[in-house]
């Protein structure tokens, strides 16, 4: 699922780029449809594209690579088979500068293979049809976020209501253009609203609001589902309280998930503190706190049980507290804190955290409340090598790494002073840091970077030279390494 806080960008109708006048495309086969989307445009003239493709591209050629002694049928079938094969969306055919027509056989072999095959005329050019796609995916973007923006705006207002939970589900219904309902923890329809979905979809809405009641270690905090040809989500209300939101919706737009995120957050909030009283028990622990209570006193007003930690990082933009509550909602904790950039959530022995898309998460092992502070530390520890290695989640392992052994402040002073002659130029230790955990791999660094793999090579070389140090060295690696991992990620 992706991040709370932002929807992706969504993908663009090849209708929409058939209907560009300056572009002048033509269709000449395959299917056609708002079902037919472009997620980017690709150029290539391999005669077997299908390793550099990652799937929904429009893939551009102008027919470079058609042998001329080639059976056309053959070739073009294997050709085409090999697009659908590696997941592309259409094929692009540039008629210039080496054909003067679009070969029948291609079109007969799009037409076999249900590919779209659109003809590119003389006077427009690839990059204008990337440019294009771009500008497109730009605006659906904008809409999206412009979307999201209003529906969360509704949803605080609604929520602000003397009866707060039906206008929520009013206004989340009205934004889905579907129904949204409360579960209550007897697994009945506490409120609903929206147009009533199909009696098979209502019945699928009520057994997926199961998958995510809590029930026990693994309990997904939401889950997805289409029955009838109706788009179903359940998301799990806070922690401990066993309210659940439905939706039935006809469709799923990119910004659904995250309207249907904030909202879950307000009926969490409406939900959980007056149903159980947990805000006053949090209330009455902060005020022990603060008058000098140890932190295994006040836990049991928390909830009995041992904790874990966890330490997140957005991907691509600060937190802010939308997005931190959204976290911990989908961790199954309402206890949440945010600061520098970093949120930190307390989270039930019972509940183990899972990847959570557009986020970054280090966690602790559980423990008593006497040994939180240590468990805080540990967690911050696996968000850096989960930031360093580039994996979503990572947990403190039960044995110490040798890593451990050293002071943070000793590991900082020494990676900042062996990383001083490339830190100036940010581009060389994060290729240095991607290029080492993979292996040295060329072509998994370059795609990882989404930069040429002679721009590794180069920024490789460089690094070596700069550093004076063989890098073919497995201990020359191996000190690089934690030098990296210990180094500030903003580069400090």
Known sequence: MPDPAVPPTPPVPLAALLAREDLALRQLA????????????????????????????????????????????????????????????????????????????????????ALPLVEVPPQTTFSGVAR????????????ELRRVTEAQQSLAAAASRPDPVPSVLRQLAQR?????????PEATEVAAAGR?????????????????RPSGPGTPASATDTAAGTH??????????????????????PGDHTIASVAAVLLSLLTGEHQSGTGAARSSALVRLLLGAAPEEVAPLLGAGRRAVVHARPDAHAPDPVAASALGAALGSPLVDLADGVVR????????PAPYPGWTLGVSAAAEPAQWPAADAEAARALARARATRVPLLRHGARAALADLVPPDEAAAHARALLAPIAATPALPETLRTWLSLHGSWDRTAVALSVHRNTVRQRIARCAA?????????????????ALRDRAPDGA
């Open 30 to 113: 395959g299917p056609s449809g708002p079902d037919v989307v472009v997620h980017w445009a690709h150029t290539s003239e391999m005669s077997d594209p299908y390793p550099y493709l990652l799937g929904g591209e429009l893939l551009l050629t102008a027919g470079v690579h058609v042998p001329e002694a080639a059976d056309p049928g053959a070739y073009f079938d294997a050709y085409v088979g090999r697009i659908v094969a590696a997941g592309g969306t259409a094929l692009g055919f540039g008629v210039a500068p080496v054909h003067d027509t679009v070969p029948p056989a291609l079109v007969a072999a799009c037409a076999a293979h």
């Open 132 to 143: 294009a796609v771009w500008q497109l995916m730009a605006q659906a973007r904008l809409a």
């Open 176 to 184: 889905v253009a579907g129904r949204a309902v409360l579960y209550g």
């Open 196 to 212: 009533p979905a199909g009696t098979a979809a209502h019945r699928a809405l009520a057994a997926l609001a199961e998958v995510v």
């Open 232 to 253: 179903l989500a359940a998301y799990a209300l806070g922690a401990g309280h066993d309210f659940v939101l439905g939706i039935a919706a006809p469709r799923r737009d």
């Open 345 to 352: 959530v307390l989270v039930p022995e019972g509940r183990e």
């Open 466 to 482: 700069l550093l004076g140090a063989d890098l073919d060295d497995p201990d020359v690696r191996m000190d690089l390494w934690f």
